[in-house]
């Protein structure tokens, strides 16, 4: 079974940066999309930033010239440097990717458990 594992989370005061790791386990699989997400309490799940197998992204507009998302389509990972952060960014982040299996012509949307990103003075 395919599993996403997030790291990196934690404690950062105003101003400061952090950078999230997110890893893709298993066999026989191909990720195509892969995006953070993160939920704040009483707000809904929002897409933070999203990339391709080609490396193309989008960012959501709170996050847009701060935040940055890359891959490494070799060992399946993805990750999120997060700069300038301020105590709006605090929420739970999520790593979701786009899997197909090799016996499989659909692909599916496997997400990670949430690390915890907490901006605070």
């Known amino acids: 079974q395919v599993q996403l594992v997030e790291s990196g989370g934690g404690l950062v005061q105003p101003g400061g940066s952090l950078r999230l790791s997110c890893a893709a386990s298993?066999?026989?699989?191909?990720?195509?999309?892969m995006g953070w997400y993160r939920q704040a309490p009483g707000k809904q799940r929002e897409l933070v930033a999203v990339?391709?197998?080609?490396?193309?992204?989008d960012y959501a507009d709170s996050v847009k010239g701060r935040f940055t998302i890359s891959r490494d389509n070799a060992k399946n990972m993805v990750y999120l440097q997060m700069n300038s952060l301020n105590p709006e960014d605090t929420a739970v982040y999520y790593c979701?990717?786009?899997?197909?299996?090799?016996?499989?012509?659909?692909?599916?949307?496997?997400w990670g458990q949430g690390t915890q990103v907490t901006v605070s003075s």
């Open positions: 979701k990717s786009v899997v197909r299996r090799s016996y499989s012509f659909e692909a599916d949307d496997y």
């Open positions: 298993g066999s026989s699989f191909i990720v195509y999309n």
């Open positions: 990339i391709t197998r080609a490396g193309s992204t």
